[in-house]
């Protein structure tokens, strides 16, 4: 697509619950990062693939977050046991290049909003 | 450590009016970049600019400039006559081997 889609656009999910969400990213995109956005800050950093290889994964949380990028194209965050404050925007960006420094051409989608009850 | 900071919260200004986002970095790197995102309702985050830290060269691109001093370590954002289209959370970037966020400045413009 011509853009990096994210599903579902929102999820509301019980305290407990297992979610998933989804990143299809530009097609031929190298780079794949997942961030996540409290309400009132900014993006903050979870993990990062290049290609199907998870080389970063210093951001996430807990180990309650797993993220799998199998086939070097979509990739999902899974959130086991979800808890209140995992309540978030989850961002998805991809890009062409492999040099994740440059920050160059990354795409955002429009994230998935979790809110857990 | 990298870290970015802006801190106007909000801002409100008439429409027409000009408006400067402030925005602080703070890294160790000697070669790096820094950006500024929109964030409108919709949610996603729109590139507005990059710049590497070897160009200060100061940038206008239409309504949009920004002032880049590495002497401050800051990388402020004007909008000029500013309009309702503008409203939305504006975020200044850094990075290092992922993007580093500020909190954001929440942008209103009244008609």
């Known amino acids: 697509g011509a853009g990096v889609s994210q599903s579902p656009r929102y999820k509301v999910a019980k305290r407990g619950q297992d979610v998933a969400l989804r990143c299809d990213p530009i097609?031929?995109?190298?780079?794949l990062f997942w961030y996540q956005q409290a309400l009132g800050q900014g993006p903050e950093f979870l993990t990062y693939?290049?290609?199907?290889?998870?080389?970063?994964k210093s951001g996430l949380p807990s180990d309650r977050f797993f993220a799998e990028r199998p086939e070097g194209s979509v990739s999902t965050l899974k959130i086991q046991r979800t808890q209140q404050e995992d309540s978030a925007v989850y961002l998805c960006?991809?890009?062409?290049?492999?040099?994740?420094?440059f920050g160059y051409g990354y795409t955002f989608g429009s994230g998935t909003r979790l809110t857990v009850v | 450590a990298q870290k970015v900071t802006q801190a106007q919260t909000e801002i409100s200004v008439v429409e027409k009016e000009d408006v400067t986002l402030d925005c602080v970095y703070e890294?160790?790197?000697?070669?790096?970049?820094l950006f500024w995102y929109k964030q409108p309702p919709s949610g996603e985050l729109v590139f507005l600019i990059r710049?590497?830290?070897?160009?200060?060269q100061n940038e206008i691109s239409g309504r949009y400039s920004w002032n880049f001093q590495k002497s401050t370590s800051s990388f402020n954002f004007t909008i000029t006559a500013s309009q309702v289209v503008d409203s939305a959370v504006y975020f200044c970037?850094?990075?290092?081997?992922?993007?580093?966020f500020g909190t954001g400045t929440s942008l209103t413009v009244i008609p």
């Open positions: 960006a991809s890009s062409l290049w492999a040099n994740r420094g």
């Open positions: 097609s031929g995109h190298v780079s």
């Open positions: 693939f290049q290609n199907e290889a998870q080389l970063d």
């Open positions: 890294t160790r790197d000697t070669t790096y970049y």
């Open positions: 710049r590497n830290s070897f160009d200060e």
């Open positions: 970037a850094n990075t290092g081997n992922q993007f580093y």
